[in-house]
């Protein structure tokens, strides 16, 4: 090899020396700089560096932190079952990354929901060397919600009441009714048959309303448990296949994801959102079509699809589906969706709903498999 070239070749890894040394630079203020927090670690796990943003919110110096492990920062909420499935997650190179809330802690002992992320670091050989994680604190985002929340609550005291008094005065009426002629000694056994089987109806009607008011109004705390959301949808379903009343001549198709895995959520509160939905539908289509179930596991969550063969819904009323009173049936509060996306989202998921008018709809609630772990 002649000098020249060998003074070429030096010249040109000299550049690409440079040019490798200011991208290092770049990263390394951005990572410095950054008002997410940061830190990287090796593929063990050790800490090697955190951002001021980090130092700043959790308390730690950065030779405090440098040489731990993220351990450091867990809450009481993270479960060796949540970072089974976030390796899992991270370690598969054809996924390569994690994102989900969790609740970290800081060296006082305050606790604080952040949106994670961890991302793996591989070479050019495809070994993962180390992990890159980023955090946004996601507190005062939180407290906004919960204080909007409230403030919709006390706005909607005035149509509560008045949709109150509407849904109890009904009820109310027929009972008066059906007990000054239930009193009456000339009634035949037939009649008064009849009237009690109307207290009875109209009874149960009223405790329903009060029902939804008070859970709208109080809302429960979940009750976390690891249960199987397949289970759970099967038992809701025999008891609808058992109801010639509520089922009519519907067909019900079924196809559930064998390989769905327990997880954690409250299950008496999703019976409940998963009755409301299922009753809604079998409604819409007045008690003849076609009613499809299906369960599935996408991106961490556990997914529950209720297609239904009914009219749809209007773009009006799907605009306004979980608002609440908002409902298009003769009777009901139209609280029913509206408490049923309030317990999905105190789950940390969603609804969705998809629809157009003579077509049909589908609702799918969505699930994060690590709720009650990472909350």
Same mark, same amino acid.
């Given at each position: 090899?002649?000098?020249?070239?060998?003074?070429?070749?030096?010249?040109?890894?000299?550049?690409? #020396?440079?040019?490798?040394?200011?991208?290092?630079?770049?990263? #390394?203020?951005?990572?410095?700089?950054?008002?997410? #927090?940061?830190? #990287?670690?090796?593929?063990?796990?050790?800490?090697?560096?955190?951002?001021?943003?980090?130092?700043?919110?959790?308390?730690?110096?950065?030779?405090? +932190?440098? $040489?731990?492990?993220?351990?450091?920062?867990?809450?009481?909420? %993270?479960?060796? !079952?949540?970072?089974?499935?976030?390796?899992? !997650?991270?370690?598969?190179?054809?996924?390569?990354?994690?994102?989900?809330?969790?609740?970290?802690?800081?060296? $006082?002992?305050?606790?604080?929901?952040?949106?994670?992320?961890?991302?793996?670091?591989?070479? &050019?050989? $495809?070994?993962?060397?180390g992990f890159v994680s980023s955090g946004v604190d996601i507190s005062e985002q939180e407290e906004l919600h919960k204080r909007l929340a409230q403030t919709e609550a006390l706005a909607a005291v005035g149509t509560m009441a008045a949709v109150v008094a509407h849904e109890i005065r009904n009820p109310l009426g027929s009972?008066?009714?059906?007990?000054?002629?239930?009193?009456?000694?000339?009634?035949?056994?037939?009649?008064?048959?009849?009237?009690?089987?109307?207290?009875?109806?109209?009874?149960?009607?009223?405790?329903?309303?009060? &029902?939804?008011?008070?859970?709208?109004?109080?809302?429960?705390?979940?009750?976390?448990?690891?249960?199987?959301?397949?289970?759970?949808?099967?038992?809701?379903?025999?008891?609808?296949?058992? @109801?010639?009343?509520?089922?009519?001549?519907?067909?019900?198709?079924?196809?559930?994801?064998?390989?769905?895995? &327990?997880?954690?959520? @409250?299950?008496?509160?999703?019976?409940?959102?998963?009755?409301?939905?299922?009753?809604?539908?079998?409604?819409?289509? !007045?008690?003849?079509?076609?009613?499809?179930?299906?369960?599935?596991?996408?991106?961490?969550? +556990?997914?529950?699809?209720?297609?239904?063969?009914?009219?749809?819904?209007?773009?009006? %009323?799907?605009?306004?589906?979980?608002?609440?009173?908002?409902?298009?049936?003769?009777?009901?509060?139209?609280?029913?969706?509206?408490?049923?996306?309030?317990?999905?989202?105190?789950?940390?998921?969603?609804?969705?709903?998809?629809?157009?008018?003579?077509? $049909?709809?589908?609702? %799918?609630?969505?699930?994060?498999?690590?709720?009650?772990?990472?909350?």
């Amino acid at each position: 090899m002649s000098k020249i070239s060998l003074y070429h070749m030096k010249v040109k890894e000299k550049k690409q #020396y440079q040019i490798l040394e200011r991208r290092a630079t770049a990263f #390394y203020q951005a990572f410095r700089n950054s008002n997410d #927090y940061m830190f #990287y670690t090796d593929r063990n796990a050790t800490i090697l560096d955190v951002n001021d943003a980090f130092i700043r919110r959790f308390g730690y110096t950065r030779d405090e +932190a440098i $040489g731990e492990t993220p351990r450091i920062v867990r809450s009481k909420h %993270s479960t060796p !079952d949540v970072y089974r499935r976030l390796w899992k !997650d991270i370690l598969d190179p054809s996924i390569g990354f994690w994102r989900g809330r969790i609740v970290n802690r800081t060296k $006082g002992g305050e606790e604080i929901p952040i949106i994670l992320s961890i991302t793996a670091v591989r070479n &050019s050989q $495809g070994e993962t060397v180390g992990f890159v994680s980023s955090g946004v604190d996601i507190s005062e985002q939180e407290e906004l919600h919960k204080r909007l929340a409230q403030t919709e609550a006390l706005a909607a005291v005035g149509t509560m009441a008045a949709v109150v008094a509407h849904e109890i005065r009904n009820p109310l009426g027929s009972i008066v009714t059906a007990a000054n002629s239930i009193a009456r000694e000339t009634l035949s056994p037939l009649e008064r048959e009849t009237l009690v089987a109307v207290l009875r109806k109209e009874s149960q009607r009223l405790n329903e309303t009060l &029902s939804n008011f008070l859970q709208f109004s109080r809302p429960r705390e979940l009750k976390l448990e690891r249960a199987n959301l397949n289970q759970i949808v099967q038992e809701i379903l025999s008891v609808v296949k058992s @109801d010639q009343k509520i089922l009519g001549t519907v067909t019900i198709e079924e196809h559930f994801n064998s390989s769905l895995p &327990s997880f954690p959520f @409250d299950t008496d509160q999703i019976r409940q959102v998963l009755w409301n939905i299922l009753l809604n539908a079998l409604q819409a289509m !007045d008690k003849k079509g076609k009613l499809k179930v299906t369960t599935e596991s996408a991106l961490s969550q +556990a997914i529950v699809h209720i297609d239904d063969t009914g009219p749809g819904i209007s773009p009006e %009323s799907l605009r306004k589906i979980f608002q609440p009173f908002h409902t298009t049936k003769r009777q009901g509060t139209g609280l029913g969706l509206a408490i049923a996306e309030r317990i999905v989202h105190a789950h940390h998921g969603r609804i969705l709903v998809e629809s157009e008018a003579g077509h $049909g709809s589908r609702f %799918s609630i969505l699930l994060p498999l690590h709720q009650g772990t990472i909350a």
